[in-house]
């Protein structure tokens, strides 16, 4: 049974992974380790523009060139191939740019492959797409995205309770006094009925959407970013490499000391 069990198991998570992907898996390689990606099938203008870059051999030796420790780690810029140490880069190219595919579904969890864009001047938040970037990303607990959760939604329903329990206090009181438990279980059950319809139907509140603690939780990610950049595609093995890369000594450009080479990026 438990054999059974596993081979279950190893078939659904085969499917999570290949019911994406009509685009054949890449492998980045590097002087830190290879990883291996797959590309979303539902942001079609990023993943076939990416791939054409990849079969031009756009990115081969260029240079993980911005890192930072749980966040995320950005290569593929043209300006860092050969640059010397102290060299500002990434200037990304406005040629490249590519409108955005935003899917509330695509998270950033650890290992999602995105496309970086330019803050100012860019009101619908076109990605650059002559670079990319791999979220290395934070760890998340069930306990703090619960936390997370709370900081918003409680302030609303103890304003809630302020405002429409609160002013009843004294009568329930009484009615706990009086021994009549009937009496008092009623209005305390009405009361927080009250409570409880008016912050299902508050503004502000605020809840992670549904498949977000299972992307997050295993692995981290950073989820702030969610929603702000067109995640095209997830890493499937290396996540070594990513934290290999990740904890390396960077300058105050946040470019690591030591040069990450992108040796080759290729279909498999």
Request: with cysteine.
């Amino acid at each position: 049974m438990r054999k059974n069990i596993l081979i279950i198991s190893l078939l659904i998570c085969s499917f999570g992974v290949n019911a994406q992907t009509k685009y054949p898996t890449i492998v980045i390689e590097t002087n830190f380790g290879t990883m291996r990606a797959i590309l979303y099938d539902d942001t079609p203008l990023h993943s076939e523009h990416y791939l054409k870059l990849i079969r031009d051999g756009h990115f081969d030796g260029t240079l993980f060139f911005r890192v930072i420790r749980e966040f995320m780690i950005q290569g593929g810029s043209q300006d860092s191939r050969n640059a010397p140490a102290g060299m500002q880069i990434g200037a990304g190219s406005r040629s490249m740019d590519i409108p955005a595919e935003v899917r509330p579904h695509h998270f950033h969890k650890k290992g999602a492959l995105a496309a970086p864009r330019r803050v100012e001047d860019n009101p619908r938040g076109v990605s650059d797409g002559s670079q990319f970037f791999i979220v290395h990303g934070r760890e998340y607990t069930q306990g703090r995205l619960d936390t997370l959760e709370m900081a918003v939604n409680v302030p609303i329903r103890n304003e809630i309770i302020r405002e429409h329990y609160n002013p009843h206090r004294e009568e329930l009181a009484r009615l706990r006094e009086s021994g009549d438990a009937r009496a008092f279980n009623s209005k305390l059950d009405s009361l927080l009925s009250v409570v409880d319809s008016l912050f299902a139907e508050a503004s502000g509140k605020f809840f992670f959407p549904e498949g977000f603690r299972e992307a997050y939780i295993p692995r981290g990610g950073a989820h702030h970013l969610d929603g702000e950049y067109t995640v095209f595609g997830e890493v499937i093995s290396g996540f070594e490499v990513i934290d290999r890369i990740a904890n390396l000594q960077t300058d105050n450009n946040q470019r690591p000391r030591e040069d990450v080479r992108i040796i080759r990026v290729f279909v498999e």
